[in-house]
């Protein structure tokens, strides 16, 4: 097979298995916690973290334990391929949803394991819209402990940099009153890169910097109040 048809074809298995993984959990979601939860989201991480044995991916973790906030958080990162989510699974911490576009919520059982999950799905051509989900999600966090996940480029990027930041995330957070937690998934492009039909097996480096200066830059509020006995700089 030509590099070309290789490349759709794992990524025509990738969808497949996205198909078939959701349409496998919802029913076992709905018999074990009856509806939209995210504790539902335990049993969609397991599924997914099958995914990387097929593909011959691995992640390696640096600095995970700046990761161990309790409570809410918002967790931001940058966001290049639909394989970021498996990345995400890898680490994904208990009482955790994402926010993704609404447009994924109508990709069949795919949609609808992330509806089961807890996905908070918005509509980013509509920013009034948005904010208004936003600003639910702001006291739900702080009801009912959630941590949320952002990718703050709002769209993938593939390019090795960073888009600029849409602001949600860091709105959530101050709203919320809680510290923002930066992922960065090391760069894809010597396994993965659509534009020159490459998809093999690779390594990922999932690392979780400082959160200190984060939480003080973009909040205000003083990090230990937040961040307890884990205090950094
Ligand atoms: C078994 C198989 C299983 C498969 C399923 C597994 C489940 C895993 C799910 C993984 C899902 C991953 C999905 C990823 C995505 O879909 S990424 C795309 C969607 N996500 C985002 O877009 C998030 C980032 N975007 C934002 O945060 C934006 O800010 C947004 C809220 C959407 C608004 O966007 P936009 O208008 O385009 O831009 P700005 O950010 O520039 O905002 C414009 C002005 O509005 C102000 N603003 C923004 N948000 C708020 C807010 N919450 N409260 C108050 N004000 C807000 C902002 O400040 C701007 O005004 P100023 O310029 O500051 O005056
Ligand atoms: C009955 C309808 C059937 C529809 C079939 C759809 C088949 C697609 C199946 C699986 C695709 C796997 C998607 C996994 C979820 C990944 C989420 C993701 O990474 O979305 C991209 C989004 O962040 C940004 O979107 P854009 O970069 O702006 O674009």
Same mark, same amino acid.
């Given at each position: 097979?030509?590099?070309?048809?290789?490349?759709?074809?794992?990524?025509?298995?990738?969808?497949?298995?996205?198909?078939?993984?959701?349409?496998?959990?919802?029913?076992?979601?709905?018999?074990?916690?009856?509806?939209?939860?995210?504790?539902?989201?335990?049993?969609?991480?397991?599924?997914?973290?099958?995914?990387?044995?097929?593909?011959?991916?691995?992640? #390696?973790?640096?600095?995970?334990?700046?990761?161990?906030?309790?409570? *809410?958080?918002?967790?931001?990162?940058?966001?290049?391929?639909?394989?970021?989510?498996?990345?995400?699974?890898?680490?994904?911490?208990?009482?955790?949803?994402? /926010?993704?576009?609404?447009?994924?919520?109508? %990709?069949? *059982?795919?949609?609808?394991? %992330?509806?089961?999950?807890?996905? /908070?799905?918005?509509?980013?051509?509509?920013?009034?819209?948005?904010?208004?989900?936003?600003?639910?999600?702001?006291?739900?966090?702080?009801? #009912?402990?959630?941590?949320?996940?952002?990718?703050?480029?709002?769209?993938?990027?593939?390019?090795?940099?960073?888009? *600029?930041?849409?602001?949600?995330?860091?709105?959530?957070?101050?709203?919320?009153?809680?510290? /923002? /937690?930066?992922?960065?998934?090391?760069?894809?492009?010597?396994?993965?890169?659509?534009?020159?039909?490459?998809?093999?097996?690779?390594?990922?480096?999932?690392?979780? *910097?400082?959160?200190?200066?984060?939480?003080?830059?973009?909040?205000?509020?003083?990090?230990?109040?937040?961040?307890?006995?884990?205090?950094?700089?």
């Amino acid at each position: 097979l030509s590099p070309a048809a290789r490349f759709q074809l794992k990524i025509g298995l990738y969808c497949a298995l996205c198909l078939a993984a959701s349409a496998l959990a919802a029913p076992l979601c709905l018999l074990r916690h009856g509806g939209r939860t995210v504790r539902n989201m335990r049993i969609i991480k397991n599924m997914v973290k099958t995914f990387k044995y097929i593909y011959g991916l691995r992640f #390696e973790t640096k600095g995970l334990e700046n990761f161990q906030v309790e409570g *809410p958080c918002v967790i931001v990162s940058n966001h290049q391929s639909i394989l970021d989510m498996i990345g995400l699974m890898e680490i994904l911490p208990d009482n955790c949803v994402q /926010i993704g576009k609404k447009e994924l919520l109508y %990709m069949g *059982p795919v949609g609808l394991i %992330m509806y089961l999950g807890g996905v /908070i799905f918005i509509n980013r051509k509509s920013t009034s819209n948005a904010k208004t989900v936003m600003s639910g999600v702001a006291q739900t966090m702080l009801d #009912e402990n959630v941590k949320v996940w952002v990718y703050p480029e709002g769209t993938r990027n593939g390019n090795g940099d960073l888009l *600029p930041f849409k602001k949600g995330a860091f709105h959530l957070a101050i709203q919320a009153q809680v510290p /923002i /937690i930066p992922v960065v998934y090391s760069s894809f492009s010597s396994f993965y890169n659509p534009a020159k039909k490459l998809f093999i097996s690779g390594t990922v480096l999932l690392s979780t *910097p400082l959160v200190y200066g984060w939480t003080l830059c973009v909040s205000g509020l003083p990090a230990e109040e937040k961040l307890g006995s884990r205090q950094r700089c």
